[in-house]
Nanobody, 126 residues
Framework: QLQLVESGGGLVQSGGSLRLSCTASGRTFSSYAMGWFRQAPGNEREFVAA????????YFADSLKGRFTVSRDNAKNTVYLQMNSLKPEDTAVYYCALQLNPISSTIRTRDRYDYWGQGTQVTVSS
């Protein structure tokens, strides 16, 4: 059974930065995408970013491109979401998720992800 554990959330002022981590344990896969999603109260869970293995290709929500980056450390089975120039509207619970054998057209699709973490709260104060 695969487990995903997020960390790094917290309270930050507008304009600040946070780095979220997602560590996978329990199973290994050769082809997958690790995605980040977020959900604010009353909103749908939306795609933020993703990175594929083994290619390392990255994907971002258009509205976040330039402020957020995603990277990975294969040795640690960890994916990172670096969030810069944070805004109050970035406040949400952030989830990491894993999609097995992804194709480009499914990377941004929430329902195509097979495993989910428990989420970590990010709060940006104005």
């Amino acid at each position: 059974q695969l487990q995903l554990v997020e960390s790094g959330g917290g309270l930050v002022q507008s304009g600040g930065s946070l780095r979220l981590s997602c560590t996978a344990s329990g199973r290994t896969f050769s082809s997958y995408a690790m995605g980040w999603f977020r959900q604010a109260p009353g909103n749908e869970r939306e795609f933020v970013a993703a990175i594929r293995r083994p290619t390392g290709a990255t994907y971002f929500a258009d509205s976040l491109k330039g402020r957020f980056t995603v990277s990975r450390d294969n040795a640690k089975n960890t994916v990172y979401l670096q969030m810069n120039s944070l805004k109050p509207e970035d406040t949400a619970v952030y989830y990491c998720a894993l999609q097995l054998n992804p194709i480009s057209s499914t990377i941004r699709t929430r329902d195509r992800y097979d495993y989910w973490g428990q989420g970590t709260q990010v709060t940006v104060s104005s």
